[in-house]
């Protein structure tokens, strides 16, 4: 794949997608990728042509949640095709033990060829996990990619909302409309059937009222996640009758 020219950031133009969905966080762990994933899933199981393209460079966890690895481009051409969805991935083309360790520009440049020349065709929705913060591939997609909106995610706890806040801001200053605030790690319901708040509630309805921006939606706490995460068929896919699951079907309406 040949790098994009650098220069100044403009609009391209994806004439095949409808809807071009960042998935974003302040910070690193609160399953910005998993959401992603899952939500990815959601819209295709509503019926929608799906595409999933993982921004993070230096961390992509596409290829394991989708149980892919290395990807040989002479005979498997991207974007891979994976329990119905289209993939992109930095884990597709160097090995995850090989750190690769690029400057900023450098990886807005991999980023954006992601975007723009890799065959996505026809598509209903193309969802995109950005890195965790607001670095170079968030500054460069955020102002190039015609991005329809963001969803922020973010976990209950103070630490997280802080960042979220910095994440809201970055799309505020590049003009991107924030869609709303996934609260994910919302809650945990016991074997007795009763919703146990662990990290206390609210914070991402205290983030969307504070921002003006609609709170999207509450996702449970599911041991359940990280076993899907590893075993390369995301909670959705896997325990579809689940109410993680239901709780991702009700998001992918909404966005
Ligand atoms: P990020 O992309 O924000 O760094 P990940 O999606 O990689 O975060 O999630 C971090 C870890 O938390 C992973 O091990 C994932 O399986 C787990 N996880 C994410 N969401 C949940 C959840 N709702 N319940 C349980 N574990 C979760």
């Given at each position: 794949m040949q790098p994009p020219q650098p220069g100044q950031p403009q609009k391209m133009a994806l004439p095949g997608v409808k809807h071009i969905i960042a998935v974003a966080s302040g910070k690193g762990g609160v399953g910005k990728s998993t959401v992603s994933a899952n939500l990815a899933l959601a819209l295709h199981m509503h019926g929608h042509r799906v595409g999933l393209m993982?921004?993070?460079?230096?961390?992509?966890s596409v290829p394991i949640m989708f149980g892919l690895g290395l990807v040989d481009q002479r005979t498997t051409p991207f974007p891979v095709l994976k329990h119905g969805i289209k993939l992109m991935s930095m884990g597709f083309l160097v090995d995850p033990n090989q750190a690769v360790i690029w400057r900023g520009p450098k990886v807005a440049q991999a980023v954006m060829s992601f975007l723009a020349q890799v065959d996505w065709g026809v598509l209903d929705y193309l969802v995109i996990d950005l890195p965790p913060g607001t670095g170079d591939a968030q500054l460069t997609l955020t102002q190039s990619a015609p991005l329809t909106g963001a969803v922020v995610v973010t976990t209950p706890q103070d630490v997280s909302l802080i960042d979220a806040r910095k994440g809201l801001r970055m799309f505020n200053e590049v003009r991107v409309p924030v869609l709303g605030i996934v609260e994910n790690m919302s809650y945990f319901v016991g074997d007795d059937g009763k919703r146990y708040e662990i990290f206390r509630s609210g914070g991402g309805q205290k983030l969307a009222d504070e921002a003006g921006v609609p709170m999207l939606g509450e996702l449970p706490i599911d041991p359940r996640v990280a076993e899907c995460g590893d075993s390369g068929e995301p909670i959705v896919k896997r325990y579809s009758e689940s109410p993680i699951a239901a709780a991702y079907l009700k998001l992918a309406k909404v966005v």
């Open positions: 993982d921004a993070d460079i230096y961390g992509p």
